[in-house]
């Protein structure tokens, strides 16, 4: 039954990573689909740049939630 429902129900294309800033070691959650550049907090190094859709991931991906 529940294969059936997933069927009709889309899972969300978006997601959270956890991000380690390349610079200083940071580590921030970002959305996958961010629409504005995303700062490291830390030293302002640009972690996530928007493209229209996903967003382009420039640190290291640690973890995915979602």
Do not use: W
């Amino acid at each position: 039954m529940s294969e059936d429902i997933e069927k009709y129900i889309p899972k969300p294309r978006s997601k959270f990573f956890k991000v380690k800033c390349k610079n200083c070691g940071n580590q921030m959650v970002i959305f996958s689909h961010a629409s504005r550049k995303i700062f490291c907090i830390v030293c302002g190094e640009i972690l996530a740049k928007p493209t229209g859709g996903k967003a382009e991931i420039l640190g290291e991906i640690i973890e995915e939630y979602g």
